[in-house]
């Protein structure tokens, strides 16, 4: 195909090659972006309803919205004799558990898990930690959240812990309360650094990979689009004499 004085001649394969190719890394960018403002919206959504003002947990039940990573308190006991290890949970770099702790409210209401935070795991996985806590009626300063995404699970992993505490790989309602004996609220209780009934605690809205690193990466897809689209045209493109 002649495009004034250059002759553009591509072979069959590197055009099939390069058909496959940019949509691919185009794509792989896009999902990048939209990755980028799924994890965008979780951080906006942390910093706008953690600047309000706290209020009682059966306050934020009772409204019509429930926004997550709102301020609560909750006022109960902990059921210190049936607490959940959460497996699989990092924190630096090493692993251990999220100490889940049945909180029974003092006002009547549902039971609802506390995470007090990250333990490590110990000298192998059958030595599970101490977690020790109050015995008396608490005030729980806290962040109200959706339990995590579920992951996979590996049974024998939590068949290995029957008894108390329990070792369990995902937050499953209707299970633990079959386990508890009792209801419980389907959110969690993200215990506030402050307060001093709990562990190692970093919460975020977002863990690995920021929205930031997202739109770094989807910049490199589209750029290995485009470079591969030019080198392909560079390639097979060649220039013609006049007396050609």
């Known amino acids: 195909m002649r495009l004034g004085g250059f002759d553009f001649n591509p072979g069959l394969w590197p055009t099939l090659a390069t058909l496959v190719l940019v949509p691919l890394l185009a794509n792989l960018g ?3 972006l939209e990755r980028a403002a ?9 910093a706008e309803n953690t600047r309000q003002p706290s209020i009682a947990l059966a ?14 308190t909750a006022r109960g006991r902990y059921d210190l004799d049936h607490q959940l290890l959460l497996d699989n949970s990092i924190h630096q770099g090493r ?5 889940l702790t049945p909180l029974i409210r003092i006002d009547g209401g549902e039971t609802v898990l506390v995470n007090r935070g990250w333990v490590p795991v110990g000298a192998s996985r059958a030595q599970l930690p101490a977690l020790p ?33 329990r070792v369990v790989q995902l937050i499953e309602t209707e299970l633990m309360e079959q386990q ?10 993200l215990l506030d650094a ?3 009934h709990g562990f190692a605690r970093d919460w975020r809205p977002v863990y690995g990979t920021t929205p930031d690193k997202h739109r770094a990466y ?7 689009a485009l470079l591969l689209a030019l080198i392909y045209i560079g390639v097979n493109t060649r220039r013609v004499s006049n007396e050609q």
């Open 180 to 189: 508890l004996g009792y209801a419980l609220l389907p959110v969690v209780l």
């Open 38 to 46: 799924w994890k965008q919206a979780l951080v906006d959504e942390h």
């Open 30 to 32: 896009v999902w990048q």
């Open 133 to 165: 806590g109050p015995e008396d009626v608490v005030s729980v300063p806290a962040l109200v959240t959706n339990p995590p995404e579920k992951r996979l699970r590996l049974d024998s992993v939590e068949e290995a812990h029957a008894g108390w505490p």
């Open 95 to 99: 692993a251990g558990y999220h100490v």
């Open 218 to 224: 989807a910049l490199q897809w589209f750029t290995l």
């Open 59 to 72: 306050d934020w039940l009772a409204g019509a919205d429930r926004p997550q990573y709102h301020r609560v």
């Open 194 to 196: 402050d307060a001093t």
